[in-house]
Every structure is written in C-alpha cells, then in structure tokens.
C-alpha cells in the first residue's frame, strides 16, 4: 500500500489528484471545441454545413483526447513516482501534520463531494445543451429537406 502512505502525509491520494487534473483538461478541450462549434454553426457563409461542422467538431475532439491522453500518462507516471513518492526509509510518523483534526477532515470530504456534484451538474448541462443543439441540427436539415 505505497499510495497509502503518500495519501496521509500528503492529505489526499496522488492518483485522485491526477484523475482530478485529468478531468478538467477533458472538460475544458470540450468546452473549448463546444465554442468553435457554435461560431461556425452561426458563420451565415457555412449555412447548410451543419452536419460537416458536427462532425468535424467530433473528430477534432476525439483527436484532443486521445494526443492528451497519451501524454498525460508520462506526466502521471512522473509526478507518481519524482513527486508524489516518499522513499520507504523516509519516517513520517515524526513530522507535524497542519491538519489534524476529524472535523477538518469531513469539512475536506464535505467541499470535495460538493465540488464533485458541481462538476456532475455541468455535465449534465453541457450534455442537455449538446442534445439541444442536434435536435436543432435535425429540425433544421428536416426543414432544409421539405424545401
């Protein structure tokens, strides 16, 4: 249990925190491409491109994730093992810890698992907002195909 360690005298388990890092840049590549999205969608000169800008909006997406996810994994793997590592023969029981406190420590849990159901609910609105702007997509090739 090496992450174990690290998790007590640090305040919190490395791996949560690169997941955490991870999930942020994941969101912002989403919402980055989301607004180039929606600018060429309301570009007057792209009208009828709806499905190409779509499509391309997911493909430049797919390739975001995946350069990111490959080089996050180096990043990981370093921080895990140059930062976040306490060699074994390193005594932690003798520092002084800031926090030492149970109620301190729920109070951390409790804004963590706030922050969580926050990030949760901006999901759910950037899903409701996607869903929102193909079903307008579909109404508006529907509208351009009765033409």
Known sequence: M???REAEFFGYNPITFSDDIFGSVIDYCCDG???IEEVLLRNPELKGKEAA???GADKLLESLKEAFGKNFDTFELYTLKYIFH???DIDITNIPQKI???SEGRAKRRRRDE???EIELDKEIESLGRAKRRRRDEEIEEIELDK
């Open 115 to 117: 922050e969580n159901e």
């Open 100 to 102: 030492d406190s149970a």
């Open 33 to 35: 491409v989301d607004s």
């Open 53 to 55: 800008i779509k499509k």
């Open 86 to 88: 306490i060699p074994p």
């Open 2 to 4: 090496a992450q174990q």
